[in-house]
Structure formats: C-alpha cells, structure tokens
C-alpha cells in the first residue's frame, strides 16, 4: 500500500515552458517537445525547494500508508499479503534514488520522473490488492494529482493525469478478463463498521485530506510571502522613483536659475541699465544672450532625458493629432520623428502669426512664409474674411503633409527656421549628399536641438502649441521673439499685448 | 499745477541674488519702485509693511514657497485686489500646459525662467492697468 504523492516534481504554476508555449504559436500543445520542456523546466535552481519538499513528502505518505496497511491487517480487515511490504519497499527505494540524485545534484530530473511514475503504478497496483475497482484507495489517485498541481507545472500535471487513467484503464480490463485474480476488499462493505475499522478509515480520511490541504497551505504561505515581498518593493520603487522626481525638479531649478542670470543680465546691460552701451558691447550681450539659450535647451534636453528614464516613457513620440502640416524644415534625411517635430515647431510658429495677422484685418503674404490651404471648413477657419494668402512656395522648400488630423498646412518654412541642411540642400548638392549620408541616428539629436531654438513646443503635445497660436490673435501680431509655449498661453490668459 | 502719478511699488520676492539683482535693476530703470525680499515670510513681512502695488514671486523659495505665499498674500486684505506674478525655473515651457493653468490658478501671471525681460515688463504694465 504504497503511493507518495508528495514525491512530485517541483516548480512554479506558471513556467517558462508554459509561458514559452503561449508565447510562440509555433509549439503545438501536446507536442512531445513541449512536453520536454516543461520536464526540464523543473531542473531550474529556482524549483530546488519544491523538489525537497516532494521527497520528504513521499517519505511521510510511504511511512503513513505502510502504517495503514499494517492496521488493515492487524485489524483483519483485509488478509495479511507481501505485496504491501514489496510496494512500500518500491517506493521507499525510487524515493531514495531521487533524494541521493537531489543531493548529489546529478540525474535530478531522471529519477524525479521515475518516482513520479512509480508513484502512480505503486498506487494502482495497492488499489489492485485492496479490491480492484472497488478499493478505498481510489481517492489517493486525487492526492497525486493535487500535489502534482501545487509543486509541478501544467504540463507534469496533465501527463501524469493521463498515465493515472492509463493505469487505471489498464487494470481494469485484466481483472475483467481474469488474468489478474479478484482481491478482497477491506472491511465488510455494508455491515456495520468494526472498531478497528473506524479508526483505519478516520487516519486514511486524514490522509487523503490532509496531505493536498498541507500542500495547499504551504503554496499558499509561500504565496503570500512573494506578495508581501513584491509591495515591499513596490514600495521601494515608488520612494525612489518619488526621490528622482524630487531630484529632478531640483536640478532643473539649481541649472536653469544661473542661466536666468546670465541671460537677464546680458538684457539689462544691454538695456543700457548700468549705463551708455556701445554697439560692440550690445552685439556681445546678443551673443552672450544666445550662447545662454543654447546651454538652456541643451539642460532641458538632458533634464528631458532624465525625467523620461525616470518615468519610463518613450523620449520621442509623434503627435498623436497633428493638426499642423509643414513644410520639412531639416530636410529630407532627418529621421521622422525629428521631422515632425520641426514641421510642428515650424507650422505652430507660422500659423499663429498669419492667423492673427489676418484676423487683425492685415494681408497674409509673403514675409508671413505661409500659405493656408485645407478642407472646405478648415480653410474657412483660416482665412480671415480680408485675409488675402498667396502660395510662397519656393523652390527648394519640401511640401508634404503627414498629420492624421485636420489639413490647415502651411506650405513654406521661413529661412530662418529652416534647418542647416535644408540650406545646404538647396546650394550645395555635395554637401547635402554626404549629409544625407551620415544616416539618421545621429541627426536625430541635432535636428532636435535646432528645431527648438527657434519655437519651444511642449515635447509630447506639439499640437497644444499649435493651438494655443490657433486660438490667439494678438500673440501672432507679436514678433519673431514673442513668446511661446507655455508663455504664450500666459499672455493669452492675461490678455497681454506684448511689446518691443 | 499737475501731480506726476505715484510710483508703483513692487514687490520681488526671489532666493537668488543675482536674480533679485536684475529684476530690482531693471524693475527701477524702467520706472518703478522696487522692494526685495529672499524668503516667503520675509516675503509677507514686505507685503504687510509696504503695501506693493505688484509682487514678483519666485516658486522655490525658503521657508515658504511661492505657491504658498500667494496664497497668503491673497488671503490679506489687500491681497485680492494686487496682482501676483508668479515665475520659476522649475517648469520649464517644454511642460505640460495644464501645470500652467495649475499655477495660473493661484497667482495672475506665470513666467518661466529664464524669461525674456521685455516680456517682464509688458506683464508687469499690463497686471498694472498701464498699458
């Protein structure tokens, strides 16, 4: 009387096999190659525990049922046989092969599959000799696949379900057909229970009970301690994520307020606040002015980058709603995400400056470098009722249109927003080909940088910037240097007029 | 006999010297009084005291930041009717909108820094009624 359910194999509910098999359609389920898998995927280090526990397990359940069977016997409530004896002893030797192959870390997953199987032909050969179909250790069959389930992977568990019924299957028909003799079954079914009886079944009840509810418990303990583990983590994740932020905001403070110095005092001097200024000294303050503007973007990208690891979001998106065509500014061998940004920056620019121009009853022409031209609704939208807008496409400038959302383009890019390649594109051929050649990686950053010298766009909503210009007719009759981006929307909120 | 109009008095509560420096500098070249302070208590402390017709309020400040400092000013009596503007290095105008209108919320103006002077000045005239 011998089965050992506990003797299984370890490993997770749900593993790398298993997940390899939803993962890749390629891998029929029921393959004998998966079903390899996820034999081997029990000789993880990570499975080792579950393993232990299989063997000592066995070792308790072989111990439990070969005590049962002796109280079955001493109890006369089945006849004495050796067979219990050479079923306990079968058990106890796999089990030991499996425990010595544990221990030496050699043939593991060998004799791991070879108790599990003998677990299941002990068992069916104890249900044999204790009546066949009608023995009282069919539940035991239950124990072996609960525990299965528990310490093993889906498909151990399945394999060994069906090797169950195989067994079972094939006892049946031998004892059907006489070639294995009948066996008495224990007790007296239908009379009235011995003493020695009751106290048989009461210790086996215990036993098919407890055994999966002592592995289910177990799971379950081991369960939560991952949980607890993972929200103590958790937690540690959110404090440092929390501390980066903290960082990251401080940086930006403690780096940009220097350069607000330098900046404003360059623009007071300039202003001829601490006196007379000369021309050459203004020219310097300009140049000091720029040099400060573009040690900012590059702080702000850098400070960019560093919020955008810290929350794990891409850096580059596209516009999700592009309201804006332009006009490329960069040229054509900027990568795309570098492309429509400029076009975003360059449309966002243009477009609210003619709109206000012509909303403020002035000609949109020329010197605004833009051309509306859209759907019937869009156009009207743009076209002030005096606005008169001319097409100043040129050549050299690229057209095209990529954005999902309404089709207000403005065809042309002033000059000074185009991008170095752009001008080199158009006078120098050679220059643009080994430009072009360069690839776009590295134009990526580049494109960036000189794009938002010009307008600053917010990074992942170019289209607010858009709107913002859309939606305001004095920030357009505003010059080159009016403000932009979140400025803009101030001065709009404020009804400010900004002047030279 | 005319009355020249009085001087407005305004109000520049900002931690860093340089910058306090520049826009009192530039603040009083371009006509107005000027009164610094470097904390957010020294900053009410001010306030009370001088009675501003405007305040220039930088967000990080220490003690007390600016957000809070707004809202005490505006919780003076004086508070609601003088104009606060607030301005910081820490958002940038690469941010979000909506911290914009977040902090447009509590003062009457944002400024992010580094900004333009020029564009100092027409808020500060506009916040002002001289435009």
């Known amino acids: 009387v011998t089965t050992s359910a506990g003797s299984s194999f370890g490993g997770s509910g749900r593993s790398t096999a298993t997940l390899r098999a939803v993962r890749d359609p390629t891998v029929r389920v029921g393959s004998i190659r998966q079903a390899i898998e996820f034999i081997t995927d029990l000789a993880q280090p990570a499975h080792r525990p579950k393993l232990w526990?299989?063997?000592?397990?066995?070792f308790g359940v072989a111990f439990a049922l070969g005590?049962?069977?002796?109280?079955?016997?001493?109890?006369?409530?089945?006849?004495?046989?050796?067979?219990?004896?050479?079923?306990?002893?079968?058990?106890?030797?796999?089990?030991?092969?499996?425990?010595?192959?544990?221990?030496?870390?050699?043939?593991?997953?060998?004799?791991?599959?070879?108790n599990t199987i003998a677990d299941v032909i002990i068992l069916t050969g104890a249900i044999y000799f204790t009546g066949g179909p009608y023995s009282p250790l069919l539940p035991a069959y239950v124990?072996?696949?609960?525990?299965?389930?528990?310490?093993?992977?889906?498909?151990?568990?399945l394999l060994m379900a069906g090797f169950i019924v195989a067994c079972f299957a094939a006892m049946i028909p031998l004892m059907a057909t006489g070639i294995l003799g009948p066996t008495p079954v224990p007790g007296a079914p239908g009379t009235q229970p011995s003493w020695g009886y009751t106290l048989t079944a009461i210790a086996y009840c215990a036993l098919v009970v407890g055994v999966p509810a002592w592995f289910s418990a177990a799971t379950l303990r081991l369960l939560r301690d991952k949980e607890v583990d993972l929200e103590r983590r958790t937690a540690q994740l959110i404090q440092t994520a929390t501390q980066r932020s903290q960082f990251v905001a401080s940086m930006t403070h403690e780096l940009r307020t220097p350069i607000h110095?330098?900046?404003?005092?360059?623009?007071?001097?300039?202003?001829?606040?601490?006196?007379?200024?000369?021309?050459?000294?203004?020219?310097?303050?300009?140049?000091?002015?720029?040099?400060?503007?573009?040690?900012?973007?590059?702080?702000?990208?850098?400070?960019?980058?560093?919020r955008a690891e810290a929350t794990g979001r891409r850096r580059h998106r596209r516009p999700r709603r592009a309201r804006v065509g332009i006009g490329v500014v960069g040229g054509r061998h900027q990568a795309p995400r570098a492309r429509a940004r400029c076009r975003a920056q360059a449309a966002a620019g243009a477009v609210g400056r003619a709109l206000a121009r012509a909303r403020a009853g002035e000609s949109v022409g020329e010197r605004?470098?833009?051309?509306?031209?859209?759907?019937?609704?869009?156009?009207?939208?743009?076209?002030?009722?005096?606005?008169?807008?001319?097409?100043?496409?040129?050549?050299?400038?690229?057209?095209?249109?990529?954005?999902?959302?309404?089709?207000?383009?403005?065809?042309?890019?002033?000059?000074?927003?185009?991008?170095?390649?752009a001008r080199l594109r158009r006078r120098r051929p050679r220059a643009r080909a080994r430009c072009a050649s360069d690839g776009p990686p590295r134009r990526r950053g580049r494109a960036r940088l000189r794009g938002r010298r010009g307008v600053d766009v917010p990074r992942d909503r170019p289209d607010d910037m858009a709107r913002a210009h859309d939606d305001t007719a004095v920030a357009a009759a505003a010059p080159a240097d009016a403000p932009t981006g979140l400025a803009s929307i101030s001065h709009r909120r404020l009804g400010l007029t900004p002047r030279l | 006999m005319l009355r020249s109009p009085p001087v407005k008095k305004i109000l520049v509560v900002e931690d860093d010297p340089i910058n306090q420096m520049i826009l009192a500098d530039f603040l009083t070249a371009n006509g107005y009084e000027t009164v610094a302070a470097s904390s957010g208590p020294e900053g009410i402390e001010r306030f009370d005291s001088d009675a501003p017709n405007l305040c220039l309020v930088d967000v990080q400040l220490p003690r007390k930041n600016g957000f809070e400092l707004v809202r005490e000013i505006k919780s003076r009596p004086t508070g609601p009717r003088t104009p606060v503007l607030l301005m910081s290095a820490v958002y940038s105008d690469?941010?979000?909108?909506?911290?914009?209108?977040?902090?447009?919320?509590?003062?009457?103006?944002?400024?992010?820094?580094?900004?333009?002077?020029?564009?100092?000045?027409?808020?500060?005239?506009?916040?002002?009624?001289?435009?």
């Open chain 1, 368 to 421: 605004d470098q833009v051309h509306a031209r859209g759907r019937p609704g869009q156009r009207a939208r743009f076209r002030a009722p005096r606005a008169r807008c001319r097409d100043t496409r040129r050549r050299g400038h690229r057209h095209r249109y990529r954005g999902r959302g309404p089709r207000r383009d403005l065809r042309a890019v002033p000059p000074e927003r185009e991008g170095r390649h």
């Open chain 1, 143 to 157: 124990i072996v696949i609960c525990v299965l389930s528990l310490l093993s992977n889906t498909g151990v568990t």
């Open chain 2, 94 to 131: 690469r941010d979000q909108t909506s911290r914009t209108i977040q902090l447009g919320t509590l003062a009457d103006g944002y400024l992010s820094k580094p900004f333009d002077l020029v564009h100092l000045l027409a808020q500060v005239r506009q916040l002002l009624d001289e435009t």
């Open chain 1, 53 to 58: 526990m299989g063997i000592w397990s066995g």
């Open chain 1, 261 to 306: 110095g330098v900046q404003g005092l360059a623009d007071v001097i300039a202003a001829g606040v601490y006196g007379p200024v000369t021309d050459k000294q203004k020219e310097a303050c300009a140049s000091i002015k720029r040099s400060a503007q573009s040690l900012l973007s590059l702080v702000d990208d850098l400070l960019a980058l560093t």
């Open chain 1, 67 to 114: 005590i049962l069977a002796a109280a079955a016997s001493y109890f006369e409530l089945t006849p004495w046989t050796w067979a219990y004896v050479a079923l306990v002893g079968a058990k106890i030797a796999t089990n030991s092969l499996a425990w010595l192959a544990l221990m030496g870390n050699r043939w593991v997953i060998q004799t791991q599959a070879l």
